[in-house]
């Protein structure tokens, strides 16, 4: 099967900074879109960024300019650097992989905490 695995969470204060990691137990280069997820307490999951095969991205408004997503296709890692956190950034994140080939299919990690607080 194909295990998606986030690191780096934890808790920082306002205007700081945080890198979160993903790995895959699959070869990435087979992931058709990798993105990074959140969810607040009370609130929908929504998408925050994301990254294409071919490196194409996207991100939401709330985080354009303060977040950085990277994809290492040779190292099965993808990445969320988040920099001037603000407190409205709490939130579980996720990391999501989209797969065509086999084995198809939606994929989540497991979710790491993410809290901005003074």
């Known amino acids: 099967q194909v295990q998606l695995v986030e690191s780096g969470g934890g808790l920082v204060q306002p205007g700081g900074s945080l890198r979160l990691s993903c790995t895959t137990s699959r070869d990435m280069f087979n992931f058709e879109v990798m993105a990074w997820f959140r969810q607040a307490p009370g609130k929908q999951r929504e998408l925050v960024a994301s990254s294409g095969r071919t490196a194409n991205t996207y991100y939401a408004d709330s985080v354009k300019g303060r977040f950085t997503i990277s994809r290492d296709n040779a190292k099965n890692t993808l990445a969320l650097q988040m920099n001037s956190l603000k407190p409205e950034d709490t939130a579980v994140y996720y990391c999501?992989?989209?797969?065509?080939?086999?084995?198809?299919?939606?994929?989540w990690g497991q979710g790491t905490q993410v809290t901005v607080s003074s």
């Open positions: 999501y992989g989209q797969r065509t080939s086999w084995p198809r299919g939606n994929y």
